[in-house]
C-alpha cells in the first residue's frame, strides 16, 4: 500500500489487531474510508465511498470487545482520562490529524446536563483528508474584489465535505488567487475541535494559507471575539455554527467590518432558515450560500445563492 498519512494517524488508536486486519485490506477501500465504528459484540464496521464492509478477522467470527474499547480509549485520550472530560461531555474527542472519535455510552447526569461518559460501547473513528483544490468550483462566486470577498455560509448534512471545503477555503483566500486577481487576506481560523488546521503544539498540520491564524481548541463564540480584538483579521473563519452565542458573534464580526466564512449542519436552505436561534443573522450577514450534499457522493455541490437566496449556480440531474 502506498502511504496514507490520514488513515495511519487513526490506526495508531486502535488495538493492533484491529489495525493490522484493516490493513489487510486493498488499497482502494484504504484510501476511500470515511469512518471506521467499532461497537460492543458487534463485527468491526468500515464505510466510505457510499459502501459499508463489515470484517471479523479470518475466521469470520471475531467480535469487538470491551477489551478492544478500553484499549482504543486509552490511546485516544494518552492515558489520561482526566485530560478528555470536557470532550466526553460532547461526545466525541478529536486525536491528532484533525480526526474525530464519536463515543457513546451511559451518560451521568448533573443537575440536566450531562457530566460526562462511563460504559463506552460504541466509538466513530471519522478520518479527516484535506484535498486540496476542493473550493475550485465556487471560490469565484465568494471573491467580490481583489481584497474583499461576500461573507458566506456553507450548508450542509453531516459527512458531506464541509469542513473540507472550509478548510480549503481558507487555504485559497489565505494564500491569494493569481488568475482571479484575488491578493489573499489575513484570515483568523477559530478552529474549536481542531478539526480544520489539525493543530499539534501550536502548528497546523494542514496547509490552511500563508495569512492564517489559528486559535485552537477555543468555544467559537468567545474565539470570534478575541480574534477580533487581537488579530486584526480581514476574514473569521469557524466551523459548526448553532448556537445564539455563534449568531452573536458572526453578527459582530460582520458589524466590526470583517468577514465571514462558517458552515452549519442543514439540508438544504430551508433547513437554515427554520433554525429559530440564527433568525437574527438571516437577514443581511450572509451574502453567498453555498449547499452541498452526497447525491454523487461526499462534497456534491448542490447550489450557489446569494443573500436573497437567487440561485448563482445549481447541479442539473
Known amino acids: 500500500m502506498k502511504d496514507d498519512i490520514k488513515i495511519l494517524e487513526v490506526l495508531e488508536y486502535l488495538p493492533k489487531h484491529i489495525s493490522a486486519m484493516i490493513m489487510k485490506l486493498p488499497e482502494k477501500v484504504l484510501t476511500d474510508m470515511e469512518e471506521i465504528r467499532l461497537r460492543l459484540t458487534k463485527p468491526i464496521c468500515l464505510s466510505g465511498s457510499g459502501a459499508e ?141 481542531s478539526e480544520i488546521a489539525a493543530c499539534s503544539m501550536g502548528i497546523p498540520k494542514n496547509d490552511v494559507g500563508i495569512r492564517t491564524d489559528v486559535l485552537d481548541g477555543c468555544p467559537k463564540a468567545e474565539g470570534i471575539i478575541m480574534m477580533i480584538r487581537s488579530m486584526s483579521p480581514d476574514i473569521v473563519a469557524t466551523d459548526e455554527i448553532g448556537r445564539t452565542e455563534d449568531a452573536d458573534a458572526i453578527t459582530a464580526a460582520v458589524n466590526a467590518g470583517v468577514n465571514v466564512i462558517t458552515t452549519i449542519h442543514g439540508s438544504n436552505i430551508t433547513d437554515f432558515i427554520k433554525k429559530q436561534d440564527l433568525n437574527r443573522i438571516q437577514k443581511g450577514v450572509f451574502e453567498r450560500y453555498v449547499v452541498l450534499s452526497r447525491r454523487n457522493g461526499a462534497g456534491t455541490l448542490e447550489a450557489v445563492l446569494d443573500g436573497k437566496y437567487d440561485v448563482l449556480f445549481e447541479m442539473r440531474g
Open 53 to 193: 464492509i463489515f470484517i471479523a478477522g479470518q475466521d469470520g467470527s471475531y467480535l469487538v470487545n470491551e477489551d478492544d474499547l478500553k484499549c482504543a480509549l486509552q490511546l485516544i485520550c494518552n492515558y489520561s482520562m482526566y485530560s478528555v472530560e470536557e470532550e466526553l461531555r460532547n461526545g466525541f474527542i478529536t486525536i491528532n490529524g484533525g480526526h474525530r472519535v464519536g463515543l457513546c455510552g451511559r451518560t451521568v447526569i448533573d443537575n440536566g446536563k450531562v457530566k460526562t461518559l462511563k460504559d463506552i460501547s460504541y466509538m466513530n473513528f471519522r478520518v479527516a483528508k484535506q484535498i486540496i483544490g476542493a473550493s475550485d468550483k465556487i471560490v469565484g462566486h465568494l471573491i467580490r474584489s481583489p481584497d474583499s470577498i461576500y461573507n458566506t455560509l456553507i450548508i450542509s448534512p453531516p459527512q458531506c465535505g464541509k469542513t473540507t471545503l472550509l478548510r480549503d477555503l481558507v487555504r485559497t483566500l489565505s494564500d491569494g488567487r493569481k488568475d482571479m486577481l484575488f491578493k489573499g487576506m489575513k484570515i483568523s481560523l477559530v478552529d474549536e475541535r
